[in-house]
């Protein structure tokens, strides 16, 4: 699972843009924009200068969202967008182009990870609609940036999970873990492919991840156990190098750089957002 207690939820006020910001007049998408990880890239991505074109299949979601990072209205754009509809992610695409005239970037944070399970106890047809969306659909969602993408150059940045290259003890989500580790493999193809039209192509991997989906888990896990919530949260933070959990926003600024002209020279790299926990 992927989410440091100093931030009590994931929809709070991020910094506004500095002089120099590093998506000056860039239009980046952000699909999965819900109330935790993908709401912080969207504010990060207009915190950076950039202007935000956010989907998400819930049309609520994207109303709240746009209206917190930009209550004028002028820098983002939204549209409900289920990637596993081929035609949906050319709709979110084409919007890009509408309103703000091109995308330099996409980041895919919408994903299922909500089946849980490993090998034994698979519902295989389950499987296959975990590896729909995870896979399929945000390839789907690249394909339909690509047009957009080859006119400017730009980024695909994928989040990831660390779970696809060191399986977590505390939980077994094994079918969102292989979906992930095939579009990481599925990245190196798109980053040679794509290359020669200088659009780069890399992955966040974030590990445990302090946001909502975290805070859950830590509570329930208290709550099953009768052991206050800091006991739970200390098992997880004893492994890390630093000492504390990364944030949905820390993975959000990860997000960023990777989508912004400072990383002009990387593509075909997995970055691991996970304070050290694994190191490679």
């Known amino acids: 699972m992927e989410s440091r207690p100093a931030e009590s939820g994931s929809t709070g006020p991020r910094p506004t ?4 910001a590093v998506l000056a007049g860039k239009t980046v998408i952000v699909s999965g924009v819900g109330a935790g990880l993908g709401h ?51 709709a979110l695409a084409a919007l890009a182009v509408e309103r703000f005239g091109g995308i330099d970037a996409v980041v895919h944070v919408a994903a299922r990870d909500s089946y849980f399970g490993g090998l034994q106890d698979a519902d295989f047809t389950t499987w296959q609609g975990v590896i729909d969306v995870n896979l399929l659909g945000t390839l789907r969602m690249t394909r339909a940036c690509l047009p957009g993408l080859k006119e400017r150059g ?6 990831g ?14 079918a969102y873990a292989a979906s992930k580790g095939a579009l990481t493999s599925a990245m190196y ?10 659009i780069r192509v890399n992955t966040v991997l974030p590990g445990w991840m302090w946001g909502p989906p975290v805070q859950a888990f830590v509570q329930f896990t208290a709550g ?9 949260l200390s098992r997880l933070t004893g492994r890390m190098a630093l000492p504390e959990l990364a ?8 997000a960023v750089f990777l989508a912004s002209d400072r990383s002009r020279a990387i593509t075909g790299q997995s970055l691991l957002v996970n304070a050290g926990e694994l190191m490679r």
């Open 154 to 159: 730009g980024a695909v940045v994928i989040v």
């Open 247 to 254: 944030t949905d926003g820390d993975v959000a600024d990860a």
């Open 40 to 90: 912080q890239v969207a504010a990060a991505v207009v915190r950076d200068g950039g202007n935000a074109v956010l989907g998400a299949r819930t049309g609520a979601n994207l109303v709240k969202s746009a209206a917190e990072i930009d209550p004028a209205g002028t820098r983002t754009a939204h549209l409900p967008t289920d990637i596993g509809d081929e035609s949906q992610c050319d």
């Open 224 to 232: 099953s156990e009768g052991v206050p919530e800091a006991e739970v």
């Open 17 to 20: 843009a500095t002089p120099g």
């Open 189 to 198: 193809s798109m980053a040679r492919e794509l290359g020669p039209h200088r």
């Open 161 to 174: 999970t660390q779970s696809s290259v060191a399986a977590p003890s505390e939980v077994h989500q094994a």
